[in-house]
T-cell receptor, first 115, second 114 residues
Framework: DARVTQTPRHKVTEMGQEVTMRCQPILGHNTVFWYRQTMMQGLELLAY????????DSGMPKDRFSAEMPDATLATLKIQPSEPRDSAVYFCASDTIGQANTEAFFGQGTRLTVV | AQSVTQLGSHVSVSEGALVLLRCNYSSSVPPYLFWYVQYPNQGLQLLLKYTSAATLVKGINGFEAEFKKSETSFHLTKPSAHMRDAAEYFCAVSSMDSSYKLIFGSGTRLLVRP
């Protein structure tokens, strides 16, 4: 059963600490998205990769967020330093070929709480 | 630019009643539209998608949606609600720039009363 795997599922950290979230996309998918979900803003796209190349990270606060894809089986989203306003659920999603008519498959998310 | 609007942040129905969740889209080109469901503490799961092949799209769990160009709508329906349908439902449109990212509506929470 192919699925997107995210770790950790939950993370509680203190303000100022570094947070790293990991995502294993479905094998063979060439597009990876990072979304953030909050009550106020809903689902927002933070960044996406195609064939491991970062194509757009305009949705991320550049000074503290970074996204990488060191290999085809791992995508990471890092926040340094973390702030309470970063508290949200972060979703990774992957897509077979990243076209308009193909759907994204979502992981179960990482629930981040910054205190 | 593409966008979707979901009318009603909460919809409450009785078990066995018709479910109707509304979604209107805005797009300058023929859109690709999706409905996703999110159960508590879970990720989003695809219910169905419209990719211009047929205007009435059948999905999983007995849901279907009809694309109506004249009304710019893509409403989600199910004839008879089950308790297990209680979840949040998101309508989305595919962006037509090179990202093809999904642009989501604000979501509708479906409550099913016994």
């Amino acid at each position: 059963d192919a699925r997107v795997t995210q770790t950790p599922r939950h993370k509680v950290t203190e303000m100022g600490q570094e947070v790293t979230m990991r995502c294993q996309p479905i094998l063979g998918h060439n597009t990876v998205f990072w979304y953030r979900q909050t009550m106020m803003q809903g689902l927002e796209l933070l960044a996406y990769f195609r064939n491991r190349a970062p194509l757009d990270d305009s949705g991320m606060p550049k000074d503290r967020f970074s996204a990488e894809m060191p290999d085809a089986t791992l995508a990471t989203l890092k926040i340094q330093p973390s702030e309470p306003r970063d508290s949200a659920v972060y979703f990774c999603a992957s897509d077979t070929i990243g076209q308009a008519n193909t759907e994204a498959f979502f992981g179960q998310g990482t629930r981040l709480t910054v205190v | 630019a593409q966008s979707v609007t979901q009318l009603g942040s909460h919809v409450s129905v009785s078990e066995g009643a018709l479910v109707l969740l509304r979604c209107n889209y805005s797009s300058s080109v023929p859109p690709y539209l999706f409905w996703y469901v999110q159960y508590p503490n879970q990720g989003l799961q695809l219910l169905l998608k419209y990719t211009s092949a047929a205007t009435l799209v059948k999905g999983i769990n007995g849901f279907e949606a009809e694309f109506k160009k004249s009304e710019t709508s893509f409403h989600l329906t199910k004839p008879s609600a089950h308790m297990r349908d209680a979840a949040e439902y998101f309508c989305a449109v595919s962006s037509m720039d090179s990202s093809y990212k999904l642009i989501f509506g604000s979501g509708t929470r479906l409550l099913v009363r016994p």
